[in-house]
């Protein structure tokens, strides 16, 4: 399964813009920063992530308020087929409390 959530500020954003085929499409940097456990020890987690919200959730991510923290589901792809790069694509979001 590849599934992934997490909580992250929205720090930069990219006009909406429409692929050939015209699928509405929007790229982001997502800002993470948490404490988890591991190994029993606590460990500050933090990360920057590309990010694309595509088709129909490209809409109101791209109205979503720059600096705002949401918690965000999707999956990580690569960037393109020769790409080792990964790309996390932002399947729906939502205000984190």
């Known amino acids: 399964m590849n599934q992934l959530q997490f909580v992250a500020q929205i720090c930069e954003r990219d006009v909406l813009r429409y ?3 015209g699928v ?3 790229t982001a940097t997502l800002m993470h920063s948490s404490q988890q456990m ?3 020890v606590a460990r500050l987690v933090e990360f920057d992530i590309t990010a694309l919200a595509a088709g129909e959730i490209s809409g109101r991510f791209s109205q979503a308020e720059l600096g705002a923290v949401h918690q965000f589901t999707g999956f990580l792809a690569k960037k393109n087929r020769s790409s080792k790069s990964l790309v996390f694509h932002i399947i729906d979001f939502c205000a984190a409390a």
Do not use: L, Y
């Open 19 to 21: 692929t050939p085929a």
């Open 24 to 26: 509405p499409i929007v």
């Open 38 to 40: 591991e190994a029993g």
